[in-house]
């Protein structure tokens, strides 16, 4: 069947049932962005034309809001625990519907269970030996889990049509059962075995994976207009809905109360938490659409760095703030960061929000080092002079989200050993320096890594065409691969498909790496894609 977009959300609103704090979260969030959802549907559909779109079964298993896995988050919602994840959970429910496909959605262990047994009775087959009822199914780590101790081996078979929303990201040494176990990369969440390009993140940060995101509110002409006319050039709101946040910063407040008034919306019971000083004018933590007015009204969105890749500062930079945050040096990483430890990757952290500053950057953007206060405070001093414009990239409004997942749906296949998309006339080859991942390799020189390439360039005539000198050509499983030693004039190529990581460097290898070109403000998809 054909896919037909949707505009209305009342279906997906009764869908997603109530009664907890964050359900009824994500409900506020459907509704409140709703119009927008429906604006990006039609300029969509005029972009697509009449191109046939598959309507796909969707089988979509919230883990961490069951209560089986504990939990955490719900009984947060209004006590400034994290939302970041509930934002992105609505905003995928919702792309999924507006995008026209026939959602099941269980938001508990025994909702699952419900929808499996349906399944049994309707059809007369059973979902545990039988053919998969569901063409796609999102979860997350925690649903994979329950899963498993629901599906059994089962799982295994129908594993190629998952796809697990994973915020941070997992890269493929961590992924890989045997290879986690042998090489210290094994995690809690990791040694699922399945195509890295399954875990979709958050924000672009890790090319192995697939970048699903988020959507920001997107403003018009006038709104526009009007925010820059009311902009009020010495207010500051501080990034950070937990007391523990601010704990320890007091010399920074003071030196940014020197120059402007600061507005925090930090979640308190009865009294004020003590890390927050007396001059900060503390609102409690905000719903959503109060927080957005706050934003259009401050010239300064201040992060003191922590929470990390949250959603707030794109929505800050969307109402027209400029984004202070701070530079790590060392970065943080899950090998020296508390937050980060145990969690599959070996990325490292150079600031409290890489994609504000690498994908957005100045003038919206300044990440400068807290240590230096002659530094943050010509910081502030120059936020106070310089104007912007509310500003998103389009990857984060709605018709970008909209238009990545549809591509994912229509495209992305990771149930046949050679996918045909990426199409490969975006793939472009080179040669890491020594030390240097094929993630900087391809950024570098203005590309993208594209794992799924990997397997073009990890072959002898790729080696050849390269020129190298190799006196042994031979094949390991080592998720470097293909790389090679110049000293050494040995050349390695890789013999297990699921190592193939765009992250991973050594300082002896020049890694070979398949970078791909991609559209502006919409890194997931190359010029071809669509
Ligand atoms: N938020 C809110 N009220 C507040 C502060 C934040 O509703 O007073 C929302 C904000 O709009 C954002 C979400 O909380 O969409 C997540 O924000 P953050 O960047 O802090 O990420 P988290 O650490 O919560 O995942």
């Not at 459907?30 to 990006?40: F, M």
């Not at 949250?310 to 943080?332: M, R, S, T, V, Y």
């Amino acid at each position: 069947r054909q896919a037909a977009f949707r505009t209305d959300l009342s279906v997906l609103l009764d869908q997603v049932g109530g009664g907890k704090e964050s359900l009824s979260f994500m409900k506020r969030r459907i509704r409140r962005l709703a119009p927008q959802w429906a604006t990006a549907a039609n300029r969509l559909g005029a972009k697509l034309g009449q191109r046939w779109r598959d309507q796909k079964k969707i089988l979509i298993h919230v883990g961490f809001l069951t209560e089986e896995s504990g939990d955490v988050f719900s009984p947060k919602v209004l006590k400034g625990g994290p939302l970041g994840e509930m934002v992105q959970w609505a905003d995928i429910l919702t792309a999924l519907h507006v995008l026209g496909h026939n959602l099941k959605i269980s938001m508990s262990v025994k909702e699952l269970q419900g929808i499996m047994l349906k399944v049994v009775f309707n059809r007369g087959s059973c979902p545990l030996t039988g053919p998969l009822p569901f063409d796609l199914i999102y979860t997350d780590y925690h649903g994979l889990q329950q899963m498993k101790q629901h599906m059994g081996l089962s799982l295994k078979k129908h594993k190629c049509h998952i796809r697990v929303i994973d915020t941070f990201g997992t890269e493929p040494a961590y992924n890989h059962e045997e290879y986690a176990t042998l090489h210290g990369y094994r995690t809690n969440w990791g040694y699922w075995n399945l195509n890295a390009r399954q875990y979709m993140t958050m924000f672009p940060h890790t090319p192995d994976n697939s970048f699903m995101g988020f959507v920001s509110e997107e403003l018009n002409e006038t709104e526009k207009r009007s925010i820059q006319q009311n902009k009020v050039n010495n207010m500051a709101v501080v990034y950070g809905k937990e007391a523990s946040m601010w704990k320890g910063k007091d010399s920074f407040l003071e030196i940014l109360h020197k120059y402007m008034e600061v507005h925090g919306t930090v979640y308190y019971e009865t009294q004020r938490p003590p890390e927050v000083p007396a001059f900060v004018k503390n609102h409690g933590l905000l719903p959503q659409h109060e927080l957005q007015q706050l934003l259009r009204k401050a010239k300064l969105f201040i992060g003191f760095g922590f929470p990390y890749e949250g959603p707030a500062p794109l929505e800050a930079i969307a109402n027209g703030c400029i984004f202070l945050q701070p530079k790590f040096q060392p970065p943080h990483s899950s090998l020296n960061h508390e937050f980060f430890r145990g969690k599959p990757t070996s990325r490292e952290v150079f600031s409290q929000h890489p994609y504000a500053e690498e994908y957005i950057g100045r003038p919206y953007v300044m990440t400068v080092d807290y240590n230096n206060s002659l530094e943050f405070d010509s910081a502030v001093k120059e936020i106070m002079r310089t104007k912007v414009e509310p500003y998103l990239p389009y990857e984060y409004t709605c018709e970008g989200m909209l238009e990545r997942v549809h591509a994912y749906i229509q495209n992305q296949d990771f149930c046949v050993p050679e996918p045909p998309w990426p199409p490969l006339s975006s793939l472009r080859l080179l040669v890491s320096q020594e030390g240097q991942s094929c993630v900087e390799a391809c950024q570098s020189a203005g590309f993208i890594c594209e794992p799924a390439h990997f397997r073009f360039v990890n072959n002898k005539e790729a080696l050849r065409g390269l020129e190298v000198q190799c006196e042994v050509v031979d094949s390991e499983i080592n998720h470097i691969l293909p790389a090679f030693s110049v000293m050494r004039r040995e050349c390695s190529l890789q013999r297990e498909p699921l190592l193939f990581s765009c992250a991973g460097h050594s300082p002896k290898y020049r890694r070979l790496c398949p970078c791909r070109d991609f559209l502006r403000g919409q890194v997931a998809l190359c010029r071809d894609c669509l």
